[in-house]
Each structure stands twice: as structure tokens, then as C-alpha cells.
């Protein structure tokens, strides 16, 4: 990329987050600005998007857990989700290219070819938005996310299978192979050291075993970096290995998100016809929602998961530059999915950072269309007369458990969003259950009860305290607030909120650390000690 398309992306990102809209939207404008200048994408900036998207699907896999695709919500649920856009959109779309008058250029199997396109949601986005609001983890946040790794699937396979490029033999071989090499490659993960080795072993597991080796037999090279995610995302690494490669991803997107405003040149045409898939865009949110209730998801957990889904997809470009590239659709229509897909981020951006929000006043609505019976993610209940609860069951948070529990036993209850965490928990029998502390449900019915005395939010991440205090405060929590954090901008943060406590979590480290010192100092050399002290009171 040149000095311009560096300039203009930041300028443009950083309008954005003024306006406090993720800086993607900026990158996107910045796109189209560019074009409009004159710019090309070119190469170089093509390989920083493929490398971008590659390394998201690799992040997704070591967060993914086979076992939740297989979850009839996820598998079903997409499938079903996808045959009723298509069925529905592409009559609509044929018929609105009729009342122009035909100009469009569509028959019946471009406007399907059309409506598959439109059928998909933004991976980046979503992992983006779910990212910033602390909500990965969080049971919407893995709905969604195995909803758009299936959806990846199948736009994978549709593109394999419609070059009539098929995978060569060695792909029988390749899969197995890898994973009998699931064990190797944990044991490479688990001596990279830090820093700088950790991450180059990040771009070697997803770049060349990965995606070389899928690429190398005929398979898609995202899929093979999304398949390695998984193999390695058992391994207790998998987390910081994440963490190690965040920015770099983040960095690699950009070109992502300029890559598409440079598409092509936008025309009143191509921009009626985003303006009016955006128009369709509600149709497909409430599709995931009444899906997602059916399979016995709270309403909750329904709306903000189809909330993160609201958008048009990067694979539906991708659909849409094979069947330009195969002579089935005009070039045109690239343009136009390109405007939709940015016009849809535009607008659930503010969605996705207020849906809790939105969800608090129709709440009492959105509930009647819940299906009777036990839910998967029904809410944990106090029983035991527990006073005290901790959010985050990590080394902090386990750590604030036991000191809390030694102090007043009984009394303590831990939450996490992780399933497989609270499980761990349970056989050590700990008091834990699985809730999240930024479910509006959850506070509204613990806090009109008035069942907790102190919360302390220990979770991982900044924004899920951030987001955690402002549900608390929507709902008039009368207890004591107490949070961590890592850096002082955040304790600032924490306080502007109006959390009781905020404590520095390596400032108190340190702290114990020193005293800790300074009582074994004390006892093996207790004649320095004196003597240090005497001087310091002869100073003073």
C-alpha cells in the first residue's frame, strides 16, 4: 500500500471512532473514496486482505469447539436460515428487476445466484463487534459464530464444487494426516517461547500447514486455516497464541475493508440496488430470531445473536466474483453487493453496541415468541442464600473465589461463560454456574430480590467489565461494585462508570510482591533490615 491509502484509511478510521462507529466503517468509506480518486487495490493490497481473512477464520477455529456445531440451532438453524433467504429474496429481487423494466439484466437464475449472495453474514464484522462489546464468549456470541462458521462451509464448498475444481486425491490423505499430526502440532505450539516466536508459529500453523497444505490438494486455503484452528485449539496455549496474533490480523484487515470499496466504480444504479437489499435486510434478522427461538433459545440470546448477524456478508463478494468471473451475472452487481455489505455494516454497527439497550423496553414482547419448555441457556439460580458473586472464573477471579470464600464460606458463588470452565469447576466442587454478567434477564431477576450484597467483575476482558457495569447500572444494582483492570486508562474508565472499586491488577501485584520480599528479606538478613530502618528514622 501506498503513503495515500495509508492516509486515507486512518483519516477515515479515525472520523469513525470520533463518531464512536467501529473504525471499519471508516476503512470501508475509505474504500470507496479511493476509488473515487482514481485508486487501485492492486496485489499488494489483495494479499494483505486474503492474509487478513485467513487469519480470522484461524482465530475462529481456536475458539471453536466441534461439538457446538453439531448443536441442532447451529446446523439446522443456518441451513433452514439460508434456503428461506434464498427462496424469499429471489422472487424479490426478480420482480423489482421486472417493475424497473428489465434493465437489470436478471433472470430467474441470477436473482437466486443473488439472493445465495445476500444469504450470508459478515465473519469480520461480527467477530469484530463481538470482540469490542467482550460478548465472544458470551452464549450469543458462540451461537453466532458457529452459525457464520457453517455459513463459511457452505459458501466454501459452493465455490469448489461450482468451478467443477474438485479436490484432487491427495485431500483423503491430507486431512487424516493432519489429524494424526494434531499431537505434533501442540507439541510445536507448546515450545515457541513468547513473544515474537509464538506469533511466527501463529502464521506457520495457519499460513503453511493450514492453508498451504488445503490449497496444495485442491481444498480452499481459509477452510484448511479454519480445520488447523481447531486442531490446536485444545491446547492451553490456544488463548495467548490468539491474543499473540490479534493485532496482526486487525492490521491485515484493514486492506480487507479497503479492498472492498475499490471493487469498482459506484453508480446510481449499484447504489439503488444496495438501498434496496438494505431494505431486505430486516427480513433476514427476524429470520434468525424466530429460528433461533424455535430451537429453544431465550429471546435474549435469539435477538442479540441475529443483532450480530444483521449484515451482508465478504463471502457473498466472493460468490458474486466467481459468477462474474464464470460469465453468469454482470460486474455490475459486484458493486452493488459491495455497497450493501457496506451500507449493512453502517447500520449495524450502533445496532450491535446498543442491542441490549433496545432489547431492555420490548423485552416483555420479544419473550412471548420464546417456545415453551426448558431452554439450553435458561438462567442459574441463587439458592443457597449466596451474598457475593464473581464474574470471571480465570486465575483472578479463582483467586478472589478462595480469599472470599476462607473469609465468609457459604456465602460465595462464582459465574462464568464458558461451559467447559464451570464444568472444571464443578468436579473441584466449587460454587459455580454458568450466567453471563451482562444479561439484562439475568439482573432483572436478581436485582428487584436485592439476593446480592457484592459483585466483582474479574472477567477477561475490559469491554465485558465495561459492558457488564452499564447492565448492572440499567437495572438499578443497590450492591457493591467492585472491578479489575490492567491498565490505568481503564481504571480511569471503570470509575467514570461509577464502579465502588477499581483496582490495578499488576499495580497490586507488584505491591504483594514487594512485601512479600521484604518479610523474607526481613527474616534471612534481620540485622540489615535494622539497620535500614534505623537510617531511614534518623533521616526522617
Not at 499488494?44 to 486474503?50: C, G, P, W
Not at 516466536?197 to 496444495?216: D, K, N, S, Y
Not at 490438494?217 to 477452510?223: E, F, H, M, P, Q
Not at 429471546?299 to 443483532?307: C, F, I, K, V
Amino acid at each position: 500500500m501506498d503513503a495515500i491509502l495509508i492516509a486515507i484509511a486512518f483519516l477515515f478510521g479515525f472520523v469513525a471512532q470520533m463518531f464512536k462507529l467501529p473504525p471499519l466503517v471508516g476503512f470501508l468509506v475509505a474504500g470507496f473514496v479511493l476509488r473515487a480518486l482514481g485508486k487501485e487495490g492492486g496485489e499488494a493490497l489483495e494479499t494483505i486482505s486474503n492474509l487478513g481473512v485467513t487469519l480470522l477464520l484461524f482465530s475462529i477455529g481456536l475458539k471453536l469447539r466441534i461439538r457446538n456445531l453439531m448443536r441442532p440451532e447451529i446446523w439446522a438453524g443456518t441451513s433452514i436460515h439460508a434456503s428461506l433467504v434464498v427462496l424469499l429474496f429471489g422472487p424479490i429481487v426478480y420482480g423489482a428487476s421486472i417493475l424497473i423494466g428489465g434493465a437489470a439484466g436478471l433472470d430467474w437464475k441470477t436473482s437466486f445466484l443473488l439472493a445465495f449472495a445476500l444469504s450470508f453474514s459478515s465473519t469480520v464484522f461480527a467477530v469484530k463487534s463481538l470482540t469490542e462489546n467482550g460478548d465472544l464468549g458470551a452464549m450469543h456470541g458462540r451461537v453466532a459464530i458457529g452459525i457464520l462458521v457453517m455459513q463459511d462451509i457452505i459458501a466454501v464448498l459452493f465455490l469448489t464444487f461450482s468451478t467443477g475444481k474438485l479436490p484432487t486425491w491427495w485431500a483423503l490423505i491430507a486431512i487424516p494426516l493432519l489429524l494424526l499430526l494434531r499431537p505434533a502440532l501442540g507439541w510445536v505450539l507448546g515450545r515457541s517461547g513468547q513473544g515474537e516466536l509464538l506469533a511466527l508459529c501463529g502464521l506457520f500453523l495457519a499460513l503453511v500447514v493450514g492453508a498451504g497444505a488445503f490449497e496444495g490438494v485442491g481444498l480452499k486455503a481459509d477452510l484448511g486455516a479454519l480445520f488447523v484452528g481447531v486442531l490446536v485449539g485444545w491446547h492451553p496455549r490456544s488463548s495467548e497464541l490468539r491474543k499473540s496474533l490479534n493485532r496482526v490480523t486487525d492490521l491485515l484487515l484493514v486492506g480487507f475493508f479497503l479492498q472492498i470499496g475499490l471493487e469498482g466504480s459506484v453508480t446510481l444504479s449499484a447504489l439503488g440496488w444496495a438501498a434496496f437489499f438494505i431494505l431486505l435486510l430486516p427480513l433476514k434478522s427476524i429470520g434468525f430470531f424466530a429460528l433461533l427461538t424455535r430451537f429453544h433459545l431465550r429471546a435474549r440470546t435469539s435477538w442479540m445473536s441475529a443483532a450480530a448477524l444483521s449484515t451482508y456478508s465478504e463471502f457473498g463478494l466472493i460468490v458474486m466474483a466467481l459468477g462474474v468471473a464464470q460469465g453468469w451475472i454482470g460486474a455490475e452487481w459486484l458493486v452493488a453487493i459491495a455497497l450493501a455489505l457496506s451500507l449493512s455494516i453502517f447500520v449495524a454497527a450502533p445496532l450491535n453496541r446498543r442491542a441490549e439497550k433496545l432489547y431492555d423496553p420490548i423485552s416483555d414482547f420479544l419473550k412471548k415468541w420464546e417456545t415453551k419448555g426448558s431452554h439450553r441457556d435458561d438462567l442459574p439460580a441463587i439458592e443457597n442464600g449466596e451474598r457475593v458473586a464473581i464474574f470471571g472464573m480465570g486465575r483472578v477471579g479463582m483467586a478472589a473465589y478462595h480469599s472470599l470464600e476462607g473469609r465468609f464460606p457459604g456465602r460465595i458463588i462464582g459465574f462464568d461463560r464458558d461451559p467447559v470452565k464451570v464444568a472444571a469447576h464443578v468436579e473441584a466442587e466449587r460454587n459455580v454456574k454458568a450466567a453471563d454478567a451482562t444479561d439484562s434477564d439475568f439482573w432483572e431477576s436478581v436485582c428487584p430480590s436485592d439476593e446480592l450484597d457484592l459483585v466483582v467483575l474479574a472477567m477477561p476482558t475490559h469491554s465485558a467489565n465495561m459492558h457488564a457495569i452499564e447492565t448492572l447500572q440499567r437495572h438499578n444494582f443497590r450492591g457493591v461494585v467492585a472491578a479489575s483492570a490492567v491498565y490505568d486508562r481503564e481504571i480511569k474508565q471503570l470509575r467514570a462508570l461509577g464502579v465502588d472499586t477499581a483496582f490495578n491488577l499488576y499495580a497490586q501485584a507488584g505491591g504483594t510482591f514487594a512485601r512479600h520480599v521484604m518479610e523474607v528479606f526481613h527474616q534471612q538478613r534481620p540485622d540489615l533490615s535494622i539497620t535500614w530502618m534505623k537510617e531511614r528514622d534518623g533521616e526522617e
